[in-house]
């Protein structure tokens, strides 16, 4: 995979800014859901759709494409978002998010959206899942990449550790397997550090004997060259570790566990919106 | 008024039939339940893993610092602290979502907490079809059964916010492990004060005089049952609503009773009809007084995500799907 080169990295940071107006759009017309954590891991999922993965929004079902398993489900509507404009499914069924009948489930379920390679929402338990599918792509000698994003709060769970033991055993030679951890410091009740502190972070992944990266999530260069790098590790499976801002680029959402599991109301929404076309003009001029 | 067949003596609200009837989730009912649980007795302790809101033991929380534990979210955990809480004195109580716990950490429940004997209360919130929005992955409707079937374990899920609370303050007097179900949506409150709660005995709600058939329902849905036979009374329909929200221990004698006296049975319930109250209730009729029964309740499928009530009416649950069941089990007699 290529680097960033300039024109492309203004190009993800307008598409990111649009997949952000449209989550909080969503958002409002589903009436409940989760704002922090989408809005927080939007560049990262930007960088993925539209960059990174090997993979086929019209063939979803393509057997070499790269696997992106969602570990924390409730931050699906960023999912749900880059899918869309990436051409998996009609932007405008993104409107149908948590009603009846939708392909979009409050939190993702596979099988009925194809590109949703898990069903998650109770946490903890994606890494684990990972791992068996990029074990599978040992098995059967294929070249694809397993990415697994999760967040730091679901590290708390006993579930996850057991995972990450296992994965860093040199013997299952998991160097196709890549976590990505939503490092936000928030969960529903207050920031990680109070609730159960999860440092030294770091040193715990290196302990359990894996290659470990920190980036700021916002950076897409900087996660575009960590990635590259956890590619060519070739005897550890890698984690990196994405420092995110919850609700970026809202500011009233910014770093407030309280917009952890709440959707905007009309007027905050209308607020939000504002202040991301603001931020989408500026883009665009720095880059005129 | 001749079609309203409510039981006196039960001393059920006035507005049962009406449409602004106190609307509770009763998950606030267990939130209540702990603080007076709390003040009884100083054993009292509850943990929650990162949903201490949601699951309403904040209120504990505010009122016991002391006595509080935020586990995070490690349900696993949770319950293997409150086990060995529980063999050393204290009363438990372990509060998350219904799907996470008993779900997530089912084995540690089974072995450190039921087979143990552990003196914990596993209280499940959000259980249930009418969670709602979050869809599937957070509405429980098999818990009931992997409870029911556990050794040791006994299994409450009260009707109304009021009964919430009766039972959460009655499963700490109960010694041993118990099981708590609560729903996430606000629901009917058709007790009072004054109704009578005793765990293991079921309640009767509803009796017509010349009753055909008995409705024993649990849980949030029991308003459901008391409509429809509101309902079928005006079509000359006459039955008996059971409230049974102790599915374990199951009140067999009274079960038996309302069988023999109707000949045919209807059982409710948010849950799956398989292992559930329509399990428990099948298993005591087939052995004391088969007669034929029709299950309500989530056939064998998952839930997706949708408006409560809506969600309530698609999978089968209505006031008509119940006026259905027993117009369809009296022709069965
Ligand atoms: C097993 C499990 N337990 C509890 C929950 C309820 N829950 C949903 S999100 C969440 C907070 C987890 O923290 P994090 O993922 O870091 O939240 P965010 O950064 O997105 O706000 C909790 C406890 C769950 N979904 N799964
Ligand atoms: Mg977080």
Redo the contacts with the bound molecule.
Sequence with gaps: MEPLHEGKLKHLEELATGIRETIIETLLEAKSG?S???L?MADIFTALYFHILNHRPKKPDWSDRDRLILS????CPVRYVTMAYAGYFPIEELKTLRKINSRLQG?PHRGVLPGVETTS?????GISQAIGVALTARLDNKKYFVYCV????????G?AWEAIMFAGKQKHKLNNLIVIV?R??????GF?EEIMPLEPFVEKYEAFNWHVMEVDGHNMTEFVDAVNEAKAIYEKPTVIIAHTI?GKGVSFMERD?A???KPPNKEEAEQALKELRTLGTRIKSEHE | MSSNMLNLEAKLSSKIFDSDIEMVPTRNGYGEGLVRAGKENKNVVVLC???TESTRSHLFAKEFPERFFEV????QNMATIAAGFGISGKIPFIS??A???P??NYEQIRTTIAYNDSNVKVAGAHAGISVGPDGA??QATEDMAIMRAMPNMKVLCPCDAIEAKKATVAAAKIWGPVYLRFGREKSAVITTEGTPFTPGKAEVFWQSRKPECAIIACGILVHNALLAAHDLEKEKIGTIVLNNHTLDPIDDRVVKEVAKKTGAVVTVEEHQITGGLGGAVAEVLARVFPVPIEFIGMQDIFGESGPPHDLVEKYGMGVKDIKKAVKKVIKRK
Excluded at chain 1, 121 to 125: C, E, F, I
């Design positions: 989760h922090a954590g989408p927080g924390n489900g409730h931050i939190h929402g109770p946490l903890g338990s999760t967040s730091d709060g679901e590290h708390q769970e579930n939503d936000n410091n928030i969960q529903i009740d990680t919850p566990f917009w952890h599991g | 893993a990162d949903l995070g979210v490690a349900e998350s979502y799907v996470f716990s779900g997530r992955t957070h």
